[in-house]
């Protein structure tokens, strides 16, 4: 456990008390290029997102279906780099101070730049958190501790894999959240049986007082509202990404109606979420 606390830590109490699971919203920063991701990021908030997952393109993104692996490839095309993706948080902080930024991604780009002025950066920039999803526990030296002791979250994921024996490694200097991988796969491809993966969260919990964000495979404000009966938050990337290529213009810029989809689909998660309980 840490001994700092993030807006991470007063979004999950906050929701928390409003008997509502979190929205978490996943989106690959630089896609389709900086400025309209920029405007996406900016606009996820007022659209319902409690909390923001903000992709870090990588050339060999292994946990990630199609869907996210093009959108990595449309970012790094326009010239996308672990520096910009900083300075679109700190563009980002200049109107809002509140709502958390999680980035989310592997350790190659990370290490490239080196930890420590990534890490700086990060906490100058207003990042409250990391997933780096190809760093395991035995790893912690490498990232996971320096980040902690920089006030900042080390998020970590558990699967249908992870058992009773496994687990409390996984928890061990996890914060903020723990991130439940609904099912054993890739993003954004089957949709999981939401009875099982309750099933699975009740050992969890007990083992942890960590709120508990739920995702890959939920797409649809029904699949959202099926999954805030029983977890802490919801994560939603996939499906928000998909609008970009679905919207965007012969040159490769999003539309108005790219934002107009973002921002649509996003009330009606949220809405889905706050009635669900």
Known sequence: MTNFTTRLDAKFE???????????????AGDPNYDDALKLLKLLPAAGADVIEFG????????????IQLSYERALAA????????????????DDTTTPIVLMGYYN?????????FL????????????????????DDELCLPAIENGINFI????????AKRLPRVLQNTSGFLYYVSINGITGTTTPDFSVVEN????IKQATDLPIAVGFGIRTPEHAAAVAKFADGVVVGSALV??????????????AETFEQLTNLTKSLKQAIINAR
């Open 14 to 28: 906050q929701c928390k008390s409003e008997g509502r699971a979190a929205l978490n919203c996943f989106i690959t």
């Open 56 to 67: 870090m393109p990588f050339t060999d993104p292994a946990a990630e279906g199609v869907t």
């Open 109 to 117: 780009p990370i290490y490239h730049m080196g930890c420590d002025e």
């Open 200 to 203: 699975a969260l009740k050992p």
């Open 242 to 255: 998909n609008i970009i290529p679905n919207t965007m213009d012969k040159n490769g810029k999003a539309t």
């Open 120 to 139: 700086d950066q990060a906490k100058e920039a207003g990042v409250d958190g990391l997933i780096i999803v190809d760093l395991p526990p035995e790893a």
């Open 156 to 163: 970590r994921l558990a699967t249908p894999t992870t058992d």
């Open 79 to 94: 010239g996308q780099t672990v520096a910009k993706t900083l300075q679109m948080v700190r563009e980002f902080r200049e």
